[in-house]
């Protein structure tokens, strides 16, 4: 519809700068504005409606079977939405510089400017919106983030193969992935890639926080599904295209996607080995595994080691005052 949107705009602005090169010619250009901001916010409550039903994943659904066309429907529509928004705000520019060559008076040129601004911000707000509604909406078809922090940790006897969630990540992530390369601009999809790629591995390192208790088994097995679920991240920029995961040593994935996976990941990884530890000298440990790690950070992970609350804010309190001695 943007093409069909702006063909009339062009056929307009011809028929009317044959006519006049003044006021009625930038008044014109004021109902396209106008017009057209219009248009961006009718894609953004589309989107908005796409991205709230991807999201809710545990809400009004939750007794109820995923529809996977559904989903993929709405997925794909984020997708268009952003490519639209993305060629939206390309194509105003142009239009704002024939609009302003055609206007015969420089007072009547100077004020086009501040409409085409306007119109393409509104554009790459959308644009914005929209990739963030669809990296948030994966995020939640995964279900990774909730099913993490509800499992009970503590009660694991046994280490096995990855859990049942990290296989319901890999199904949603390949799923999601396929819809969005094939409806994608090349850019927007690596760009895609990347943010999903961090928000999971932020949602995971979160989730892994908010669990109840975590024992020796179940930190073992925490690191045998952050090692899968970074291995599925790494492979995201491959999905739909039949390329294997050791293909990607060879470039087939960026270095930047590479190293981003690397860095988050890393500290879920890090996260896991902490709590593998023994409780006895666990700052330290927790020191030296994730330097950057925040003495409330520490706090949990005591807790989720077994140790009394009070114990724990004692621990981090401890953290606090030795960052302080180093000036950090």
């Given at each position: ?9 062009k ?29 961006a ?22 007794n109820?079977?995923?529809?996977g066309?559904?989903?993929a429907d ?7 939405i ?15 510089e024939?609009?302003?060559?055609a ?30 509604s ?16 509800a499992t ?29 390369r ?10 895609f ?13 979160g989730?892994?926080?908010k ?6 088994f ?14 599925l ?5 491959l999905?739909?295209?039949?390329t ?21 990941t ?9 709590l ?11 020191t ?31 953290l606090?005052?030795?960052?302080a001695?180093?000036?950090?």
């Amino acid at each position: 519809s943007a093409g069909a949107v702006f063909l009339n705009i062009k056929k307009t602005f011809k028929r009317c700068s044959g006519l006049t090169k003044g006021k009625p010619l930038l008044a014109l250009h004021g109902a396209f504005s106008r017009v057209l901001r219009a248009y961006a916010a009718a894609l953004s409550r589309n989107a908005e409606d796409a991205g709230a039903y991807l999201r809710d994943v545990r809400g009004s659904r939750r007794n109820a079977p995923r529809d996977g066309a559904r989903v993929a429907d709405e997925l794909t529509k984020l997708c268009l939405i952003a490519n639209t928004a993305e060629w939206c705000q390309e194509t105003v520019g142009p239009l704002g510089e024939s609009m302003r060559r055609a206007l015969a008076a420089d007072h009547l040129r100077s004020r086009v400017g501040r409409d085409v601004e306007a119109t393409e911000e509104a554009f790459a707000s959308l644009a914005a919106a929209a990739s963030a509604s669809l990296v948030a909406g994966v995020e939640a078809q995964t279900d990774l983030a909730p099913s993490i922090a509800a499992t009970r940790w503590d009660l694991l006897q046994t280490v096995g193969d990855q859990s049942a969630h990290v296989d319901a990540c890999a199904s949603a992530l390949a799923s999601a992935a396929v819809v969005a390369r094939r409806a994608l601009r090349k850019n927007t999809f690596a760009f895609f890639c990347e943010k999903l790629a961090a928000a999971l591995a932020a949602a995971t390192d979160g989730a892994v926080l908010k669990s109840r208790r975590v024992g020796d088994f179940g930190a073992q097995q925490l690191l045998l599904d952050v090692q899968s679920v970074k291995k599925l991240l790494l492979e995201l920029p491959l999905a739909g295209d039949g390329t294997a995961f050791a293909e990607t040593a060879a470039g087939r994935v960026s270095r930047t996607h590479q190293r981003l996976v690397e860095r988050e990941t890393g500290k879920c990884e890090a996260l896991c080995k902490v709590l593998m530890s023994p409780l006895e000298g666990i700052r330290d440990t927790f020191t030296a595994l994730l330097p950057e790690g925040s003495p409330a950070d520490l706090a949990a992970v005591c807790e989720l080691k077994g140790m009394k609350k009070q114990d724990a804010a004692h621990a981090a309190q401890t953290l606090r005052a030795v960052r302080a001695a180093q000036g950090r």
